[in-house]
């Protein structure tokens, strides 16, 4: 219990990057998990993963909408998870040198949809890939990460990182590398995936120069987020202030003569009960001796 206590305590403490990552191994495990289930009663895995990839077909998509989003937070496998979330560690600590999480978050969003459209309107009008079409889907973080690293090849062009093997490289061209990767690798088995990646890449693009001219491609993103958060937050209460309080206030010498007369009553009612017993009280004079009780 402490590992998943260490979790949940980073995962609230942690910023959008972190909580980004951990979102993708979430779904990762459970969707593996579902999918072992399904496979022990002699179901398949597809089941699971059909339902959060985008199809290429255009008639499966509107019965799937969900898809736009949740194929960029879905990986089928170990390794495509892995490097993707290194990958997304690195550029989104790059990327936070310059811009805020809420900007990492959305453009990861705006990334990810840019590179579904791309995928989509490829696959339905290029003849290439009509014969994929009915079984190929979309899925991986793939898109939005190429957005976040192509937005700071694009902002910090002249940024040196050290690579293994190759030693220090400029980001503009890292970020030139992947895309002309991508470009080059379109009719590759892989060929949609190459394509979210350029529609990433092209929204990352955009990001950074709609910036240059005060504007935000990721704000209804970020707005569209807090209006979620607002109805799963709890309702704060609010306290009205009495309009006739400072109206009634008393002042100290007013106060002192409430208190003498209330005093003088409770004095009376006190000798009432001497004389003549506690029952010879009104239930007017029971109450106010009954309040003064409490109040003592």
Same mark, same amino acid.
């Given at each position: 219990m402490a590992f998943v206590d260490n979790l949940t305590h980073s995962f609230k403490n942690g910023n959008q990057l972190i909580k980004l990552i951990y979102i993708n191994a979430a779904v990762f495990l459970l969707t593996n998990i579902i999918s072992i289930i399904l496979s022990l009663f002699n179901l398949p895995p @597809?089941?699971?993963?059909?339902?959060?990839?985008?199809?290429?077909?255009?008639?499966?998509?509107?019965?799937?909408?969900?898809?736009l989003v949740s194929y960029m937070f879905f990986h089928q496998e170990l390794f495509h998870i892995f490097f993707n979330m290194l990958s997304l560690f690195w550029f989104g600590k790059i990327f936070l040198m310059y811009f805020s999480e809420k900007q990492l978050v959305g453009l990861y969003?705006?990334?990810?949809? &840019?590179?579904?459209?791309?995928?989509?309107? &490829?696959?339905?009008?290029?003849?290439?890939?009509?014969?994929?079409?009915?079984?190929?889907?979309?899925?991986? &973080?793939?898109?939005? @990460?190429?957005? @976040? @690293?192509?937005?700071? &090849?694009?902002?910090?062009?002249?940024m040196n990182l050290q690579l293994m093997l190759i030693g220090s490289v400029k980001l503009k061209y890292i970020g030139m590398m992947v895309v002309a990767t991508s470009f080059f690798s379109i009719t590759s088995e892989n060929g949609g995936g190459e394509l979210a990646h350029l529609g990433g890449a092209?929204?990352?693009?955009?990001?950074?120069?709609?910036?240059?001219?005060k504007v935000d491609i990721t704000s209804w993103v970020s707005w569209l987020l807090d209006q979620v958060a607002g109805i799963f937050s709890p309702r704060k209460l609010k306290v009205k202030k009495n309009s006739n309080f400072n109206r009634n206030k008393m002042s100290d010498a007013d106060y002192n003569m409430y208190k003498a007369q209330k005093m003088a009553n409770i004095d009376k009612i006190l000798d009432k009960i001497k004389t003549s017993g506690y029952d010879s009280l009104t239930s007017d004079e029971k109450k106010r001796l009954f309040e003064q009780g409490n109040q003592a």
């Open positions: @597809i089941l699971v993963w059909t339902q959060l990839a985008i199809p290429a077909e255009i008639n499966q998509l509107a019965f799937k909408p969900w898809t969003v705006v990334g990810g949809l &840019a590179g579904a459209a791309v995928y989509m309107v &490829a696959y339905n009008v290029f003849p290439y890939f009509q014969p994929l079409i009915s079984r190929s889907v979309l899925l991986g &973080a793939s898109g939005s @990460i190429m957005a @976040i @690293i192509v937005a700071t &090849a694009v902002k910090s062009p002249n092209l929204a990352g693009y955009l990001f950074v120069v709609s910036l240059q001219r």
